[in-house]
Each structure stands twice: as structure tokens, then as C-alpha cells.
């Protein structure tokens, strides 16, 4: 088992940063992804970006330019810098570990982001 647990988010006003982090315990696999989603009232979960153990990132198009993620092995979190923030970027946040040997998959509780004036 895998326990995430997110911080980090907020209220932001257009154009301003936030900086999520996520902080996974439990049985932690060396080869492993983690990754954070997002889902809008009324819109399905979406991927923002991922970030392997070995450092490889991806991103979606809209996340791209804006959004860094990273991670800190030795801490077992993975942080998501969030610059030139959008309306349509207000949604719940969650964390996504999954066991690249076996693909379980584990989520956290998720976190809220509003970007309103």
C-alpha cells in the first residue's frame, strides 16, 4: 500500500503561481511514476503532468510552458510548480503513484485550486 498525501493548494488570482507537493509513504517500488490530475465540475479527470524515478517528464499541451513538475527521491514527493495561472485551471488536484512493475496504482485525496479575481 501506498499512502499520498497532498498540499499546497489555494486561491490564486490570475496570473499567480502556486506549488503543489505530494508526499507518498508506505511501500515504496524504486520504479515507479507519479503524476498529478486534475478534475472541473462537470469534466472528467485529467492527466497535468508525470514524472518517472528516473526523471522523465510529461506534459499535457495546456500545462506546457507553465506548469514544472519534479520530485525528490529521497523524500518520496513530487511537487507541481504552477506559474501564469489561468481560470480554466481552477479544478480539484490529485496525486498519482503508480507501481510501474506490477500497475497499481494509488490517488490522493486531492486539493483545490481556484484561480478567480
Known amino acids: 500500500q501506498v499512502q499520498l498525501v497532498e498540499s499546497g493548494g489555494g486561491l490564486v488570482q490570475p496570473g499567480g503561481s502556486l506549488r503543489l507537493s505530494c508526499a507518498a509513504s508506505?511501500?515504496?517500488?524504486?520504479?515507479?511514476?507519479m503524476g498529478w490530475y486534475r478534475q472541473a465540475p462537470g469534466k472528467q479527470r485529467e492527466l497535468v503532468a508525470a514524472?518517472?524515478?528516473?526523471?522523465?517528464?510529461n506534459y499535457a499541451d495546456n500545462a506546457k510552458g507553465r506548469f514544472t513538475i519534479s520530485r525528490d527521491n529521497a523524500k518520496n514527493t513530487v511537487y507541481l510548480q504552477m506559474n501564469s495561472l489561468k481560470p480554466e485551471d481552477t479544478a480539484v488536484y490529485y496525486c498519482?503513484?503508480?507501481?510501474?512493475?506490477?500497475?497499481?496504482?494509488?490517488w490522493g485525496q486531492g486539493t483545490q485550486v481556484t484561480v478567480s479575481s
Open positions: 498519482r503513484f503508480v507501481v510501474v512493475t506490477t500497475g497499481n496504482d494509488y
Open positions: 508506505g511501500s515504496i517500488f524504486s520504479i515507479n511514476v
Open positions: 514524472i518517472t524515478s528516473g526523471g522523465s517528464t
